[in-house]
């Protein structure tokens, strides 16, 4: 008898199909037409799909928690169908050394109801070799924005870069240019709305910061390049032997799949063979990776397509992400402060381009860049109101809408928000297969309602989506433990495990 057997309607890699997702021990180990579990949990048609991994929020615990905490935003994370967050370092104190990332791991594993990461910055002093064993990723602030985390010295930026891929972490990066945001600075005012938020925080300045980075990336290939022209014969042995090995540990692996994790060959459904079961190559992580945060402007896009398009990526990867808040909201919200946010909400010919962008993956995952401040804070007048705009609990269920109103299609949200983000970072997540961790969420499309901040459990207690449609997860699950089921929280705090 197994631990819990969801029933519905399953996303298997691009196929809805009728059956049971057997969970034991946290893990996925059946999926069947029939199964049986000691909690069982009928759905019918409604929508079985991998919960969401979302690696871009800003929970603020320690240091900040009158605007959120950990067991406030993994709360809020879960009632909106995110079984896995990955928590940014400007806390106070900052996280830029083993020691702060273990004390704060040590706060925050006592409050989280679902599983997480965290992330390191950078400073002067950090070491990475010795960081990068505890935490999960390390991120990079090109600019000033919340906290002090600003990564001055840009000569250093190669070697801070290849250091962390040397110590198989990957490299996130806030792309704006602190030279261009300085300059504009001393010649103007401190800006008064959005428009002139938007003013100090240009385009280009998003634009010099992309090209920096891709001009780092395209050196590392080229010298690549120029090492495996020297070495080819040695190489193609290598690598021919290496995917002979590959080859058979697949097909060991398919076999003890099928005969010890319970996969019914002749029940499973299968998924269609027009769409892509694996939407980012997880072979690529052993390369030099970068990835950009929150990319926002259409000169960004631009770069990011034609890095894309003409370098040869034998030997580096380029992955980035898009906000609900770029995609959604622009320069003309008219909620003044409470749109303040860095990159700030830019021109609607930008939100066109992110969605051609996020559409025809050159931009392949989609994150919140949750950042809540308290009403009191963003009713300051605008030069003295903090930057940010939560979104953990909202994210998936806007997407949703979207798909239901067929402005996305399903595939292209479970992939961002699922199966890419978990890909990224080698987590056993995003996806409903078996020796996958037990995370998944139930949507009716048939319940759509409307946003409102009443209903959220942010801390911060407000949104920028008010009013706006969404369809929020009936179940979720994390490792095969309820976390919210029908509106109500089923799990303790503590319960959320920790993945670097």
């Known amino acids: 008898m197994l631990d819990l057997v969801v029933e519905g309607n399953a996303y298997l890699d691009g196929a809805l199909n009728k059956c049971c997702i057997g969970i034991e021990n946290g ?14 949990f009928d759905f019918g048609d409604k929508l079985l799909l991998p919960a969401g991994v979302d690696i871009h929020v800003h929970f603020r615990d320690p240091g900040f928690l009158n605007k959120e905490d950990f067991y406030t935003g993994t709360l809020s994370a879960a009632f909106g169908g995110i079984s896995c967050i990955f928590d940014m370092p400007n806390t106070k104190p900052a996280v830029n050394s083993k020691k702060t990332v ?43 924005t919340t906290g002090d985390l600003l990564f001055s010295d840009k000569n250093s930026l190669d070697y801070v870069l290849s250091k962390i891929n040397d110590n198989n972490r990957i490299p996130t990066i806030h792309a704006e240019s602190e030279d261009v945001i300085l300059a504009l600075k001393k010649q103007n005012p401190p800006p008064k709305n959005l428009h ?58 398919l076999l003890k799949s099928n005969s010890n994790k319970g996969l019914d060959i002749s029940e499973t459904p299968k998924p269609s063979s027009t769409t892509s079961t694996i939407p980012l190559d997880t072979d690529n992580l052993n390369k030099k990776h970068v990835h950009i945060c929150h990319v926002t402007t259409s000169e960004g896009v ?34 003044n402060t409470f749109g303040k946010v860095n990159p700030p909400l830019r021109r609607v010919e930008d939100q066109a381009a992110l969605w051609s962008a996020l559409t025809d993956g050159i931009i392949n995952i989609i994150a919140s860049d949750h950042a809540p401040h308290t009403i009191e804070e963003k009713n300051n007048e605008f030069a003295l109101a903090p930057s940010g705009i939560p979104g953990v609990e909202t994210m998936l269920p806007l997407m949703f809408s979207h798909v239901k109103h067929n402005r996305l299609p399903l595939e292209k949200v479970i992939n961002a928000i699922t199966s890419t ?55 979720t699950v994390v490792r095969g433990n309820i976390i919210v089921k029908d ?8 319960l959320g495990k920790f993945y670097n």
């Open 487 to 494: 509106s109500n929280l089923e799990a303790d705090p503590g």
């Open 196 to 253: 002139e938020h938007l003013r100090a925080r240009p385009n280009d300045a998003e634009a010099q910061a992309v090209s920096n980075i891709l001009k780092i990336m395209s050196h590392w290939d080229l010298n690549n390049n120029i090492k495996s022209h020297k070495d080819q014969k040695s190489i193609d042995k290598t690598n021919l032997l290496k995917n002979e090995i590959k080859n058979i540990t697949k097909s060991m692996n």
């Open 27 to 40: 893990k996925i180990v059946a999926i069947k037409k029939i199964l049986k579990g000691d909690q069982h």
């Open 102 to 144: 273990l004390e704060k791991l040590k706060i925050v594993s006592k409050k989280s109801l679902i599983d997480f990461g965290l992330y390191s910055s950078i400073s002067s002093r950090t070491n990475i070799t010795a960081t990068a064993k505890v935490c999960s990723a390390f991120k990079i602030y090109l600019a000033s």
């Open 421 to 475: 983000p978990a890909a990224l970072f080698q987590l056993p997540k995003g996806r409903l297969a078996n020796g996958y961790d037990g995370d998944l969420i139930v949507i009716d499309f048939y319940k759509e309602n409307d946003i409102k901040a009443k209903n959220l459990h942010s801390k911060c207690e407000w949104t920028p989506y008010e009013n706006m449609a969404a369809i929020f997860p009936l179940l």
């Open 302 to 335: 631009s770069l990011i397509r034609e890095f894309l398009k003409s370098n040869t990526q034998e030997s580096v990867v380029l992955t980035s992400e898009v906000t609900p808040h770029h995609l959604l909201l622009n320069e003309r919200f008219d909620g």
